[in-house]
């Protein structure tokens, strides 16, 4: 019976997106990995209840117009104030689609988290630039990493 629930709350609009997702997700799942619960919600539906029942959470988001996309900011802000004393000291992941450089949804997410006073237990793995089919072996490595993390109690 898993005892420790890892979140995953990521936009994928696309089909290339939703293989980083899908990436993510295997990692997590692999079958080195016990005790952890995978959950993924799109941030359009996760809410409070969702990170309030994690032990960890792994963010991913598209690059739009310099920011995070919509669909995480608006996340961020039905779940703000009902998580903010509770989940201080969350570890947390975060992986960026960059059609550009992702330094502004990067500062967006981060500062967020800070003021959730989240954790960050691993550098954000930005996938910048046009589409390589190289970006979905990192992402499927952070999943596991994730995931392993959590089991081994490392965070």
């Excluded at 029942?53 to 690059?63: D, K, M, R």
């Excluded at 117009?65 to 919509?70: E, K, N, Q």
């Excluded at 104030?81 to 059609?99: D, N, V």
Aim: hydrophobic share 40%; with cysteine; aromatic share 8%.
């Amino acid at each position: 019976m898993p005892s420790k629930r890892l979140l995953i709350v990521a936009h994928a609009p696309s089909p290339n997106t939703r293989r980083l997702l899908d990436a993510v997700m295997k990692g997590a799942l692999a079958p080195e990995v016990e005790g952890v619960e995978v959950v993924h919600k799109p941030p359009l539906e996760a809410g409070p209840d969702d990170v309030l029942a994690a032990n960890a959470v792994i963010l991913g988001t598209t690059e739009n117009h310099g920011y995070m996309s919509g669909a995480l900011k608006d996340f961020f802000d039905r779940s703000y104030y009902p998580i903010l004393e509770k989940t201080q000291g969350m570890p947390y992941c975060l992986y960026i689609r960059a059609g550009n450089d992702g330094t502004g949804t990067r500062r967006g997410v981060e500062t967020i988290v800070t003021g959730l006073r989240w954790r960050a237990v691993q550098e954000p793995l930005i996938l910048r630039g046009e589409w390589q089919d190289a970006f979905v072996p990192p992402c499927e490595e952070l999943g596991m990493a994730m995931a392993a993390g959590l089991e081994a109690g490392v965070f």
